[in-house]
């Protein structure tokens, strides 16, 4: 049977109706894991000899007994003794891990250069960045390495390497899903989600992931809505569109993205024009939470109880921790960190009183298109300029997901990001359904497959 | 109200001290000029006026959030689980440098 473009759902109902068994499906993604992944650097760990339904995850997801590196050298040799929350309930719904994807160090980027273990590539133009941090994540799902994978994203980490690589990626609601067993970067931002090909793939695994964890303080009470059927239900929604956010966004992807509301509209959906705060100030407010929370919480690996020394630490993450000190520094913590706080709470407002108006926020994902290797040392802070678009709503905590809506000039995805009100993954999935089944992304992730063949 | 900031060498290796962190010369000379670049993006935050704002540490909206009195920790490890990554050990003690 050919299985080569099969969504994971797809792949789940020929295990059930015993089609195929889950090990045959394992061990096809195994395979083509080993021949593509000197290629594309996308995972650090293959695991083989398992015998549930394929899926990785991201490096920094605590996975019990199998290597967990966040793509560091300090902890290049250590074994978690337990699972994330997250890990253990997809292996308590026969998922087993195919392995753990390449990342930006500590999740410090937007490319995977700053990787220990060296970048991935992207499957598109293996002379480009997948993306970042979640890039080895995106990787593997376009070039079919993995029917899904899970990252995370602080501000863009899952919406962007997902724009960069053709694929769907999914940001669920701050505290949607749980953090515990996640290694911390940002912890008033951190949010696991789904890399996938399809919406109905995201809604799957985000109805298995979500939900109340005890061991995460953090994480919301709310009810888990089952997503696979409500994103099914054919809504029209209000959808706001905002001039801040196509400053200096390359002509290419503003010209899919308005050819995006165009279907939209033909659609039945209505777009309203609406005022956000300009996302240059949610750069800096990013930067300096972010760093702020890097600081407190790379202070943990000191050596004693795992992991290598302070002295593993690359320049990336000495960047941040240094700056994260300064900002929380007796003389400057007001000015910078606790500002910051306060302009989050402007930006939280100005969202609320745009959903006012509107059901959901579309814009592009990214200002640009994959850059090639070799950028990222040009910026002084290259991953907050990337991720400018996403990170406003990150900030405000809301959910968002990135699609695919076509190619540039030389043949690069381009992904526009559909931004909703916290706990509304399912009208923000929803609508992203909606575009899929209207327009199947262009079929451009077809093109990608034919230059991996099984 | 504005204090003039410059990260000099001194001033980074002081930052660094606090961190915890060794910085290698090239790693001095690379960090001064990127940490004053972002200082000087960041700046732009001062633009805003936020004298009547509340900050917002969390978007969860949660309060005191604990274990019930009584539940178990199903997820707590075994001596031998806490202790299999670490390199310096004697009889189930972390071995660290002389802390007073």
Redesign the interface.
């Known amino acids: 049977m050919e299985l080569k473009g099969k969504k994971l759902i797809e792949l789940i109902s020929l295990i059930n109706s015993k089609q195929l068994s889950a090990t045959e499906v394992f061990n096809y993604f195994l395979k083509r894991s080993n021949k593509y992944n000197k290629q594309l650097n996308a995972y650090l760990t293959i695991c083989d000899n398992q015998t549930g339904i394929p899926i990785a995850f991201k490096d920094n997801f605590l996975t019990r007994n199998i290597r967990t590196t966040a793509a560091s050298r300090v902890l290049e040799?250590?074994?978690p003794?337990?699972n994330a929350t997250v890990v253990e309930k997809l292996l308590n719904k026969g998922f087993s891990v195919l392995g753990k994807t390449n990342m930006d160090a500590w999740a410090h980027g937007s490319s995977t250069e700053t990787s220990d273990f060296g970048s991935s590539k992207n499957p598109w133009d293996i002379t480009r960045s997948p993306g970042g941090s979640s890039g080895g994540a995106s990787s593997v799902v376009a070039s079919y390495l993995c029917p899904v994978s899970i990252g995370s994203e602080t501000a863009g980490s899952i919406r962007q390497p997902s724009a960069w690589s053709g694929v769907v990626g999914l940001k669920p609601t701050?505290?949607r899903v749980s953090r515990y067993g996640v290694i911390a970067m940002g912890s008033?931002l951190d949010s696991p989600g789904v890399i996938a090909l399809s919406v109905e793939d995201c809604a799957y695994i985000l109805s298995i992931i979500a939900g109340k964890d005890?061991?995460d303080?953090?994480s919301?009470?709310e009810d888990v809505p089952n997503y696979s059927e409500s994103i099914k239900k054919n809504k029209k929604y209000v959808i706001g569109i905002s001039e801040e956010y196509l400053k200096d966004i390359e002509p290419d992807i503003k010209k899919n993205y308005f050819k995006a509301i165009e279907i939209f509209k033909k659609m039945g959906h209505k777009i309203k024009k609406i005022k956000l705060i300009d996302p240059?100030?949610s750069?800096?407010?990013y930067?300096?939470i972010q760093r702020a929370e890097v600081?407190s919480n790379l202070?943990r690996y000191?050596g004693?109880?795992?992991?290598n020394n302070?002295?593993s630490?690359s320049?990336e993450a000495?960047?941040r921790?240094?700056?994260g000190?300064?900002t929380l520094?007796q003389?400057?913590v007001d000015?910078?960190y606790?500002?910051?706080?306060?302009?989050?709470?402007?930006i939280?407002n100005n969202f609320k009183q745009a959903f006012n108006n509107i059901d959901l926020i579309l814009a592009p994902t990214t200002p640009n298109t994959a850059l090639k290797l070799g950028e990222f040392q040009k910026y002084?802070?290259f991953g907050e300029l990337m991720d400018r678009l996403n990170e406003p709503s990150s900030i405000?905590?809301l959910p968002g997901i990135s699609i695919p809506v076509g190619l540039d000039k030389t043949k690069l995805p381009i992904g526009i990001q559909i931004i909703g009100k916290?706990l509304d993954e399912e009208s923000v999935m929803n609508l992203a359904y909606q575009f899929e089944k209207e327009t199947n992304f262009f079929g451009i992730i077809k093109e990608l497959f034919k230059k991996y063949p099984d | 109200m504005k204090k003039s900031l410059k990260f000099d060498k001194k001033y980074l290796i002081y930052l660094a001290s606090l961190s915890l962190l060794t910085l290698t010369e090239q790693e001095i000379k690379s960090l001064i000029t990127k940490l004053e670049e972002t200082v000087k993006y960041i700046d732009n935050i001062n633009a805003i006026q936020t004298d009547s704002t509340s900050p917002t540490y969390q978007t969860g909206d949660l309060r005191n959030i604990f274990f019930k009195d009584g539940e178990k920790n199903q997820r707590k490890l075994s001596q031998d689980e806490v202790f299999k990554n670490s390199r310096n050990k004697s009889n189930n003690y972390f071995i660290t440098k002389k802390i007073i």
């Open positions: 040799h250590y074994i003794p337990y701050y505290g008033s005890k061991y303080a953090t919301l009470t240059s100030y750069v800096s407010v930067t300096i600081s202070s000191d004693l109880r795992f992991g302070r002295s630490f320049e000495k960047k921790i240094i700056l000190t300064f520094t003389g400057y000015e910078y606790k500002k910051a706080q306060k302009i989050r709470t402007l939280i002084s802070f405000a905590g916290k």
